[in-house]
């Protein structure tokens, strides 16, 4: 399974954009790049997914490098309830069967 | 819309016995359901893959076993810890894929169930 490495925390002050970045170097051609993010005792929650091209939804960006090597999730103007842990997964297909495989995850700490 | 329900919460129980923990997709059909779990502070640990109507597909080191899956339709799959002993206690998590139209690619969690062995 390809893996991911995220720094372990991050920091950013409120209403400024805040750039998670994600390295996958073992990404294959058909991987999926999903970004999810989880609240204290809570299950993860979808923010955003690409496969090659740049993504933009009401959530994020996703900013995907030309040789898909690498990935930054954007948050365009950090709140206060944008701080979570912030995993970024590759999504691979294992005996014709989808599989998630979670990273360590980012904590992102916003300042007020 | 994509909701996923899991239920309980919370348990506590004693060593020995079993626990059942069900994952329902609300408004939506799930094929494939899969199964976390997560320590504190700690990333969530992929234990199996659930497939309805059929066996599912367990990750290396998870003792079929002690966690026992079940999905026998498009929006139920329960796991049963078996003889749960304390090093059992975990936050379990399922999740869905919805099989349908645009949002097949996307991953919905259930809010998890803190387990407890004493």
């Known amino acids: 399974d390809a893996k991911t490495t995220q720094p372990n925390s991050m920091e950013s002050n409120e209403e400024e954009p805040v750039h998670l970045p994600c390295n996958h170097s073992?990404?294959?051609?058909?991987?999926?790049i999903h970004w999810y993010r989880q609240l204290p005792s809570q299950g993860p929650e979808y923010v955003i997914h690409?496969?090659?091209s740049n993504v933009n939804n009401r959530m994020a960006s996703l900013a995907i490098a030309e040789d898909r090597k690498s990935s930054t999730l954007i948050l365009h103007r950090a709140t206060l309830r944008d701080a979570a842990v912030y995993y970024c997964?590759?999504?691979?297909?294992?005996?014709?069967?989808?599989?998630?495989?979670f990273g360590t995850g980012t904590r992102l700490k916003v300042l007020a | 819309g994509a909701v996923v329900s899991q239920h309980p919460s919370w348990v506590i129980c004693k060593s020995g016995t079993s626990v059942k923990i069900e994952c329902r997709s609300l408004?939506?059909?799930?094929?494939?359901m899969f199964w976390y779990r997560q320590f504190p502070k700690q990333s969530l640990m992929l234990m199996a893959t659930?497939?309805?109507?059929?066996?599912?597909?367990?990750e290396q080191g998870v003792e079929k076993d002690k966690f026992l899956i079940n999905h026998a339709s498009l929006t139920l799959s329960t796991l049963t810890v078996t003889s749960a002993h304390p090093e059992d206690s975990s936050f379990y998590i399922c999740?869905?894929?919805?099989?349908?139209?645009?949002?097949?690619?996307?991953?919905?969690f259930g809010s998890g169930t803190q387990l407890s062995v004493l």
């Open positions: 997964i590759l999504r691979g297909v294992t005996s014709g069967t989808y599989k998630y495989i």
């Open positions: 690409g496969l090659t």
């Open positions: 999740s869905a894929r919805d099989m349908q139209g645009a949002r097949n690619e996307k991953l919905f």
């Open positions: 408004d939506f059909q799930a094929t494939t």
């Open positions: 073992t990404i294959s051609g058909t991987d999926y």
């Open positions: 659930s497939n309805e109507g059929s066996k599912a597909t367990y």
